[in-house]
């Protein structure tokens, strides 16, 4: 149980483009939803955190405008980067839990974004 | 704030040997424990998890203990494998008598690499 499902796995496009990452949960309902970013051989940065229905909040020092986050329904999360470019490379990883404050988080295998 | 700390890697071990990866943590209130796993190029796996003090966590012969007198959680392993290599992360979770802004945010150490040689 409690599996997240994040697509796609991995992209590449050009600079300047948009790019949308899905995060879903598939046997549970997610009341809220993680983003991270992580690069090569570090750990996990927090990026916002949404829960359904309403805004996500936003780490300091993370553009809203650049990183555009819904949480539309309570098993679907989406990440949007906007006007992508080479320095938003990264690896993107979403995590999703359940109501109950000692639940864990439960974790998408991760996004490769590639930005030429 | 909430903060992790984890020894610093690589630790490259031999096949059977016994693991130990030290976390120790800073928190306001009683926040739940929980060690993390990642594989070459994917997400986050649970591996175990302690919510209060003196609770063992377990799974897939890994062990943590929740040791609220030295805010420390430990995690060990009798014989590991070489499918054990991968990044490990400790990982605190603040509760809502922490207040403020860290309630439901995982806080992570900085990871551990660990290699297993045949």
């Known amino acids: 149980g409690a599996v997240v499902s994040q697509h796609p796995s991995w992209v590449i496009c050009k600079s300047g483009t948009s790019v949308k990452i899905e995060c879903r949960s598939l046997d549970f309902q997610a009341t809220t939803m993680f983003w991270y970013r992580q690069f090569p051989k570090q750990s996990l940065m927090l990026m916002a955190t949404?829960?359904?229905?309403?805004?996500?909040?936003?780490e300091q020092g993370v553009e809203k405008d650049k990183f555009l986050i819904n949480h539309a329904s309570l098993t679907l999360s989406t990440l949007t980067v906007t006007s992508a470019h080479p320095e938003d490379s990264s690896f993107y990883i979403c995590s999703a839990s359940y109501a109950g404050s000692n639940q864990p988080q439960h974790f998408g295998d991760g996004t490769r974004l590639s930005i030429l | 704030g909430n903060s992790v700390t984890q020894m610093e890697g690589p630790v490259t071990l031999s096949e059977e040997a016994f693991l130990t990866i030290n976390c120790t943590y800073t928190a306001t209130g009683y926040p739940s424990l929980f060690w993390y796993v990642q594989y070459p190029g994917e997400g986050l796996q649970l591996l175990l998890k302690a919510t209060k003090a003196d609770d063992k966590g377990s799974n897939k012969g890994f062990e943590a203990t929740y040791r609220k007198e030295t805010t420390s959680f430990h995690l060990e392993k009798g014989s590991v494998q070489v499918s054990d290599s991968a990044v490990y992360f400790c990982a605190l979770k603040g509760l809502a008598n922490a207040g403020g802004t860290s309630y439901g945010k995982l806080t992570f150490g900085q990871g551990t690499i660990l290699t297993v040689h045949p």
């Open positions: 949404s829960n359904e229905g309403s805004k996500a909040t936003y």
